[in-house]
């Protein structure tokens, strides 16, 4: 499998925990090609929310979450706001920005990572 084939496989594992959890799936690898990628977007309650998913074999290189530096986070903060845009939601809708991580075969949300 390649990097892209992995990345799908989970990134669907964490959309199907995402919805165990009483998220609805809105977009999955929404791209806007100036401004990056967001993994998943989704819908929690009353917040629309943006979700980057990072998966580690093992710890050899650290933890997945500390894997989204700065310049991830600005990328993703950017495409959301073309997504808004796009979508035509209104600026003001309450957005918030998760993180999935999948390490072996342990997953863990983290709401409002960034």
């Known amino acids: 499998m ?3 084939e992995i990345g799908s496989r989970y990134e669907s594992m964490a959309a ?3 919805t165990s959890q009483g998220y609805e ?3 999955r690898n929404y791209q806007n090609h100036r401004r990056g990628e967001i993994d998943l977007v989704a819908r929690e309650g009353r917040f629309l929310v943006f979700i980057e998913v990072k998966y ?3 710890t050899r290189e650290g933890d ?3 894997a989204i530096s700065t310049l991830k986070q600005q990328r993703i903060r950017k495409a959301a706001l073309v997504y808004l ?3 035509r ?3 003001d809708i309450p957005c ?3 993180v999935v991580t999948i390490l072996g075969k342990e997953i863990r949300l983290i709401r409002d990572a960034f």
């Open 2 to 4: 390649n990097k892209r």
């Open 16 to 18: 199907d925990y995402l």
């Open 25 to 27: 799936i809105l977009a």
């Open 56 to 58: 580690r074999r093992d």
């Open 64 to 66: 997945p979450g500390e």
């Open 85 to 87: 845009y796009e979508h």
């Open 89 to 91: 939601l209104p600026m």
């Open 96 to 98: 918030r920005f998760d």
